[in-house]
């Protein structure tokens, strides 16, 4: 698959001097799922900030689809959707005409309704952001990443704080943007998710990517260190407990 995105000695030195990204490169093929995992402070949201081209870069090139985030910042936002918290949208607008305003900023013609069933809010159009729960909320925020068609998405902890049904509706949500050929790019400090989700997945640590692959890859060379579980792996988790007892109906 080509590449869609090729990152080149990126480095990013914040005005405080810390050193937050140092030197990483890696590309992202045309339609995967791509993770970049890491502890806090890692350097895993300074990097997509400059990728999508909201922070400086210190040094090193970032080409998204054959543009130099730099050198065409303005470009590359129309190509990609960038997932915001909720609590940037404007609270009193409700959901159709926030997407119609950030379809106006794109000079996009969208179809309110197919967007928000595309994202599982088709009966909640009228509501306020702020009346939706953390799922809906999140749902809410990707159909915005959404409405100019973009190449590629970011998604910065999309499921951080959800109960186990939303995020499992939220792994589906996103494995459907993925089957409908968009690329997307996102961090999660949950491993599940990203074995789940992700085609491939760069682990950063202190600023540097340590490892790059598959996780069905990365899983393989650490068996082949020798490595040893802790603990007997149980046949099934306290999430598996959780989701047969309350079901995976949502529950917002
Ligand atoms: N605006 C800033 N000015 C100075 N230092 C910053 C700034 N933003 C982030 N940093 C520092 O850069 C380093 C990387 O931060 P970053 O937010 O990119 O990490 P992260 O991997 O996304 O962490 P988390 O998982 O906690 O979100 C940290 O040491 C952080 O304190």
Redesign the pocket.
């Known amino acids: 698959m080509p590449a869609i995105l090729e990152v080149t000695n990126l480095t990013?030195t914040?005005?405080?001097g810390?050193n937050?990204?140092k030197g990483i490169s890696f590309s992202v093929n045309k339609g995967e799922v791509f993770g970049i995992l890491?502890?806090?402070?890692?350097?895993?949201?300074?990097?997509?900030?400059m990728i999508e081209g909201l922070r400086p870069i210190t040094s090193g090139t970032v080409l998204l689809d054959g543009i130099k985030t730099e050198e065409q910042p303005y470009l590359i936002k129309q190509r990609i959707g960038i997932q915001l918290q909720s609590s940037a949208f404007f609270q009193n607008l409700k959901l159709t005409e926030l997407l119609q305003m950030f379809a106006d900023l794109y000079g996009a013609k969208i179809d309110t309704a197919q967007l928000l069933a595309d994202v599982g809010l088709q009966d909640k159009a009228g509501f306020l952001v702020k009346n939706l729960s953390g799922g809906q909320k999140q749902r809410f925020s990707i159909a915005t990443t959404l409405v100019n068609k973009p190449v590629m998405i970011f998604l910065?902890?999309p499921t951080t704080g959800l109960d186990p049904q939303a995020r499992r509706n939220l792994w589906e949500l996103i494995a459907q943007i993925k089957n409908r050929g968009t690329t997307v790019i996102l961090?999660t400090?949950y491993m599940e998710e990203a074995s789940f989700l992700c085609n491939r997945v760069a682990i950063?640590d202190d600023?540097r990517i340590v490892a790059l692959d598959t996780p069905d890859q990365l899983i393989k060379q650490l068996l082949a260190k020798g490595f040893v579980p802790h603990t007997e792996v149980p046949p099934a988790t306290l999430e598996d407990v959780f989701i047969d007892l309350t079901g995976k109906t949502l529950r917002d």
């Open positions: 990013k914040y005005p405080n810390v937050a990204v890491g502890p806090n402070g890692a350097g895993k949201t300074t990097t997509l900030e910065d902890e961090t400090h950063m600023g």
